[in-house]
């Protein structure tokens, strides 16, 4: 396992446009978080998934956002009608919080998202 | 709500120097967790050292080290011999103990490390 794997790298889309993201998680990490990075800022908290349940979720993840992680593995974020304020980097961070494996958040390389 | 402040936007150190970021932070608990994250150009952000608040004893990694002041809500990195790839972006960050709170982390705006020759 190489770590928190992104895809894709970089997307630009239309005013308008729906986009996804996905994020695959280091295979024993049962937690896994999506946060947003504008340029300049650090990053922000999106929403939080424990297995397969979507825990947590900010106040910032319009209704035009939705997250889901089927089976507890990967993770998909879409935006649908996306804006122009919708252009950031989108980080995905797994981590474990089973008793035989604590870790800290991992972070993968982001989705930079560009809305022209 | 939990607020991390860095007052730092740049930094400049030359390469074998000793440079301190500076962060500070608001919290109304007693226990939690606090971090100095590395994000390197176009690469993912690593965790470089971690501090529980618990903990008296200020954290060290290897050239890192931290300057944890509870009391001031004060929590400063120390970056020794600087080297030419500890350039990047640095963010402090703060999780609360509380696993209920998702474990999600608060991050402060970064400060960018340049190292000069």
């Known amino acids: 396992d190489t770590g928190v794997s992104q895809d894709p790298r970089h997307k630009i889309t239309k005013r308008g446009q729906n986009v996804t993201f996905r994020c695959d998680p280091i295979?024993?990490?049962?937690?896994l978080y999506w946060y947003r990075q504008t340029l300049g800022q650090g990053p922000e908290f999106l929403t939080y998934?424990?297995?397969?349940?979507?825990?947590?979720k900010s106040r910032l993840l319009s209704d035009r956002f939705s997250a889901e992680r089927p089976k507890g593995s990967f993770s998909t974020l879409e935006i649908q009608r996306t804006e122009q304020g919708d252009s950031a980097m989108y980080l995905c961070?797994?981590?474990?919080?089973?008793?035989?494996?604590?870790?800290?958040?991992?972070f993968g390389q982001g989705t930079r998202l560009t809305v022209v | 709500a939990q607020t991390v402040t860095q007052s730092q936007p740049e930094m400049s150190v030359q390469e074998a120097e000793t440079v301190t970021l500076s962060c500070t932070y608001d919290?109304?608990?007693?226990?939690?967790?606090l971090f100095w994250y590395k994000q390197p150009p176009s690469r993912q952000m690593i965790l470089v050292i971690r501090?529980?608040?618990?903990?008296?004893q200020n954290a060290t990694e290897n050239r890192f080290s931290v300057n944890f002041q509870k009391a001031a809500k004060s929590f400063s990195l120390k970056i020794s011999d600087s080297q030419l790839g500890d350039a990047a972006m640095y963010f402090c960050?703060?999780?609360?103990?509380?696993?209920?709170?998702?474990?999600?982390?608060?991050f402060g705006t970064g400060t960018r490390l340049q190292v000069t020759l």
């Open positions: 998934f424990q297995n397969e349940a979507q825990l947590e």
């Open positions: 919290t109304s608990e007693s226990d939690y967790y």
């Open positions: 960050a703060y999780r609360s103990h509380d696993t209920g709170t998702a474990s999600k982390l608060t």
């Open positions: 501090q529980e608040a618990y903990k008296q």
């Open positions: 295979s024993e990490h049962n937690r």
């Open positions: 961070a797994s981590s474990s919080a089973r008793e035989a494996l604590n870790t800290e958040a991992f």
